[in-house]
């Protein structure tokens, strides 16, 4: 019903429009007497934990950062049967993005172009919206991020005032240094901004840990997909050098090969189908080069099952997904989970 007669609706209609229509669809139906409903809609979500992190995530599918920017509807997406769900990015203050329209649906190529450039409401608006970590039964991470006027020299100040403000509330932290819609932050992939903003996340996790005196929260970092392997070695050297826990691969990518839909011309960071398999070399790659030691969340172009396995064999120890979610709807995440059994 929904590929036949509620996408095709939603379509009519610019995707940003559509897109916060559901988000007040799903806030409805999370609340109070109306979650029985959404739950016996989607069916019976199997249960099948993951220890990782110290963490117990209650299956391997989780929703990538971008779809819930400001904590509206983590509850809502779990009980879709998402295990996980990773809200942001956040920044220090509300941001407004850049100009719309900036995303664009490619149906053609089962992919989605967005250049949002992290609009959100800003960390205090968040905060207000999290729950403590012994109130809810999935796992939540957050996705930190810079404002875009923030030089990258000062960038780690604005990581850091976002994770000290959702430390108490987050499960894990994702540090979002790979979008391609803000101006220059992908150069802090590079070797000396690297280094200097890990090693100050990583003091920073310990000093927050013993101020409200919680367990150390997993740090992850979410890279692109664009990049060469040198670069990404020097990702991996960096990450094992200050301790990081796990990479997120991949974010969007700049990369417009093979695609067929008109909407290609337009500028941002492509998701979906088309990323399917360079994510999943690159899973392969860092499982390779860090001997399996160092857990990736694998992410772009899951559409099914078979997409979730090809991942997890690939070395992933979780798996995400963002665009097919939009094109195939909310039973999508209950008809993965069942059919991974």
């Given at each position: 019903?929904?590929?036949?007669?509620?996408?095709?609706?939603?379509?009519?209609?610019?995707?940003?429009?559509?897109?916060?229509?559901?988000?007040?669809?799903?806030?409805?139906?999370?609340?109070?007497?109306?979650?029985?409903?959404?739950?016996?809609f989607?069916?019976d979500?199997?249960?099948?934990?993951?220890?990782?992190?110290?963490?117990?995530?209650?299956?391997?599918?989780?929703?990538?950062?971008?779809?819930?920017?400001?904590?509206?509807?983590?509850?809502?997406?779990?009980?879709?049967?998402?295990?996980?769900?990773?809200v942001?990015?956040?920044?220090p203050?509300?941001?407004?993005?850049?100009?719309?329209?900036?995303?664009?649906?490619?149906?053609q190529?089962?992919a989605?172009?967005?250049?949002?450039?992290f609009?959100?409401?800003?960390?205090?608006?968040?905060?207000?919206?999290?729950?403590?970590?012994?109130?809810?039964?999935?796992?939540?991470?957050?996705?930190?991020?810079?404002?875009?006027?923030?030089?990258?020299a000062?960038?780690?100040?604005?990581?850091?005032?976002?994770?000290?403000?959702?430390?108490?509330?987050?499960?894990?932290?994702?540090?979002?240094?790979?979008?391609?819609?803000?101006?220059?932050l992908?150069?802090?992939?590079?070797?000396?901004y690297?280094?200097?903003?890990?090693?100050?996340?990583?003091?920073?996790?310990?000093?927050?840990?013993?101020?409200?005196?919680?367990?150390r929260?997993?740090?992850?970092?979410?890279?692109?997909?664009?990049?060469?392997?040198p670069?990404?070695?020097?990702?991996?050297?960096?990450?094992?050098?200050?301790?990081?826990?796990?990479?997120?691969?991949?974010?969007t990518?700049?990369?417009?090969?093979?695609?067929?839909?008109?909407?290609?011309?337009?500028?941002?960071?492509?998701?979906?189908?088309?990323?399917?398999?360079?994510?999943?070399?690159?899973?392969?790659?860092?499982?390779?080069?860090?001997?399996?030691?160092?857990?990736?969340?694998?992410?772009?172009?899951?559409?099914?099952?078979?997409?979730?396995?090809?991942?997890?064999?690939?070395?992933?120890?979780?798996v995400?997904?963002?665009?097919?979610?939009i094109?195939?709807?909310?039973?999508?995440?209950?008809?993965?989970?069942?059919?991974?059994?």
């Open positions: 019903m929904y590929k036949s007669l509620i996408f095709p609706f939603l379509a009519r209609m610019d995707a940003e429009t559509a897109h916060e229509r559901a988000l007040r669809l799903l806030e409805w139906g999370q609340g109070g007497w109306r979650r029985p409903f959404l739950q016996k989607v069916g979500i199997p249960q099948q934990p993951v220890s990782l992190w110290g963490l117990t995530f209650p299956n391997v599918l989780g929703m990538a950062a971008g779809f819930d920017k400001d904590v509206r509807v983590a509850e809502g997406l779990a009980l879709l049967g998402f295990g996980h769900v990773e942001g990015t956040l920044t203050r509300p941001q407004a993005g850049n100009p719309r329209p900036r995303i664009f649906r490619l149906r190529d089962k989605l172009i967005n250049r949002m450039g609009p959100n409401a800003g960390v205090d608006t968040a905060v207000a919206h999290l729950q403590q970590p012994g109130q809810r039964d999935y796992v939540l991470g957050v996705s930190l991020g810079k404002q875009k006027e923030t030089p990258l000062d960038a780690a100040q604005d990581y850091l005032a976002v994770m000290e403000k959702v430390y108490p509330y987050a499960d894990y932290l994702a540090v979002n240094i790979s979008s391609p819609n803000t101006p220059g992908r150069d802090l992939q590079g070797s000396d690297l280094y200097q903003l890990l090693r100050a996340l990583t003091r920073a996790n310990w000093q927050f840990s013993q101020q409200y005196r919680l367990r929260r997993p740090l992850l970092v979410k890279i692109a997909p664009d990049l060469t392997w670069e990404l070695d020097g990702i991996l050297t960096a990450v094992q050098d200050t301790h990081i826990d796990g990479i997120i691969a991949t974010n990518t700049t990369s417009r090969t093979g695609l067929t839909d008109p909407a290609q011309t337009e500028s941002g960071g492509l998701s979906g189908w088309p990323l399917r398999q360079r994510s999943t070399e690159i899973v392969v790659y860092i499982h390779k080069q860090t001997g399996g030691k160092l857990p990736v969340i694998g992410v772009g172009g899951v559409v099914s099952a078979a997409d979730v396995q090809a991942k997890l064999d690939a070395g992933a120890s979780l995400q997904l963002y665009t097919a979610f094109y195939e709807g909310p039973r999508l995440p209950g008809r993965i989970l069942r059919r991974l059994q």
